[in-house]
């Protein structure tokens, strides 16, 4: 019995073949993918060009509000915000995103990526006073326009980065320099 209600036999949707069941990977809770495990290969390879078609012309870029698309791989989930054309653009200039098409930007990174990868570059030692740091602090605060991306971004301790709260870093260093001299006299 070869039909819809055959649970033997199903077809690819890619490839349109017929096959046995176990030619499709599993999906969890005793389902099974709609592509059979050839096709998920060729599936994998178009995925992969498809990241390396992103362009990075940021003249391409309409100048309105823009879509950010991240995926989250933990949540398995689409996250979708909208940021401004000026936003846009400097994530792009800033290797954070790749352009999709005119309203439409592509993250690179999740939050915790992100925080993991600052963490890292800096050796976990805060960039304003040189102890161990464990949060992450923008140098142009996000109140003022700054975003979260590798230049604008450094590892800090959690005292430094609740003191700074939303100063620039010139007049948070401006404020601790007097304040240091201040106590010593």
């Known amino acids: 019995m ?15 073949v017929l096959k046995w069941y176990k030619s499709f990977p599993a999906k969890g809770r005793s389902r099974r993918r709609t592509h059979c495990r050839r096709c998920q290969k060729s599936t994998q390879r178009l995925r992969n060009s498809l990241f390396s078609q992103y362009t990075y012309d940021t003249s391409i870029l309409r100048n309105a509000d823009i879509k950010v698309r991240l995926k989250v791989p933990y949540r398995k989930k689409r996250i979708e915000y909208k940021v401004s054309y000026q936003q846009a653009v400097q994530m792009v200039e800033e290797g954070m995103a790749g352009i999709v098409h005119e309203k439409l930007i592509h993250k690179y990174y999740n939050e ?74």
Do not use: M, W
Request: glycine share 8%; hydrophobic share 25%; net charge positive.
């Open 2 to 16: 070869i039909g819809q209600s055959c649970c033997i036999y199903k077809v690819c949707k890619i490839c349109g």
């Open 112 to 185: 915790k990526t992100f925080k993991t990868l600052i963490l890292q570059r800096d050796n976990r030692k805060c960039y304003l006073c040189g102890k161990y740091g464990d949060t992450i602090d923008h140098i142009i605060p996000k109140s003022k326009g700054g975003i979260s991306s590798f230049q604008n971004c450094c590892c800090a301790c959690e005292d430094c980065n609740r003191s700074k709260g939303n100063l620039s870093l010139e007049r948070y260093l401006y404020y601790i320099r007097n304040f240091r001299e201040a106590s010593y006299h």
